[in-house]
């Protein structure tokens, strides 16, 4: 199967950091994708990875664990323009499987 | 540079009328996607061109669904008739695999919303 799992939505408060979890159960996916979705936009481009560990990338960082099925999404420092749709995704050959996405609402 | 562009950002419809989609990727990328988002549902891959040659179509929801790329260069995609169900946003994608590693970049369009009433 290719179900990729991520919470639908979650809230988090400006200047604090948070975690958004992906699983999924596939084979074959090439590497993991993060995309950023501001609603009425397009989705815009964060991470891939294809190996296990963490990927610092100034205020996000991305996990994978390919054994466990897993990666997740770190934001720090959340700003308002941080409030967006976060979308998991597989890569598999030269095409990429999207999850629903995790709304994110940031309060101040 | 240009970004991918797709026209219309926005059309209404009524059942069975037929419609047509455009997008514009960014000059130089021979990989374009179509993908569709319906309300409440995760973005689904539709198919994938490499230059003119349709790489996979396995996505496409039904024989209503024709896409083409004449040329290598903008696609089309057209829906006829158009039912209830095909309302949603389609998102147009373009990527170029680069010598080297592949980085998995899509670049997305900003989508046309369908409504069919």
């Known amino acids: 199967g290719q179900n990729i799992d991520q919470p639908t939505e979650m809230t988090a408060t400006e200047g604090a950091i948070v975690q958004i979890n992906c699983t999924y159960q596939?084979?074959?996916?090439?590497?993991l994708f993060w995309y950023q979705q501001h609603a009425g936009e397009a989705p815009t481009f964060l991470s891939y990875?294809?190996?296990?560990g963490l990927e610092e990338k100034g205020r996000f960082s991305s996990f994978l664990s390919r054994s466990k099925g897993y990666s997740y999404l770190l934001l720090k420092e959340l700003q308002m323009k941080d409030s967006a749709s976060y979308l998991c995704?597989?890569?598999?050959?030269?095409?990429?499987?999207f999850g629903k996405g995790t709304r994110l609402h940031i309060l101040p | 540079e240009a970004g991918v562009t797709q026209f219309p950002s926005h059309s209404v419809i009524e059942k069975g009328q037929t419609v047509t989609l455009r997008c514009d990727p960014i000059?130089?990328?021979?990989?374009l996607y179509w993908y569709r988002r319906v309300m409440g549902k995760e973005i689904k891959f539709l198919l994938h061109?490499?230059?003119?040659?349709?790489?996979?179509e396995s996505g496409m929801p039904n024989n209503r669904f024709l896409a083409e790329r004449t040329g290598g260069t903008y696609s089309t995609l057209k829906v006829q008739p158009a039912e209830l169900e095909d309302s949603g946003v389609y998102f147009c994608?373009?990527?170029?695999?680069?010598?080297?590693?592949?980085?998995?970049?899509?670049?997305f369009g900003e989508g046309s919303r369908l409504t069919v009433l």
């Open positions: 994608a373009s990527s170029q695999r680069g010598w080297g590693e592949y980085t998995g970049e899509l670049f």
């Open positions: 596939t084979s074959g996916f090439n590497g």
């Open positions: 990875t294809v190996l296990d």
């Open positions: 995704a597989g890569g598999r050959d030269d095409k990429i499987i």
């Open positions: 000059s130089g990328h021979d990989n």
């Open positions: 061109f490499v230059k003119e040659s349709k790489q996979d």
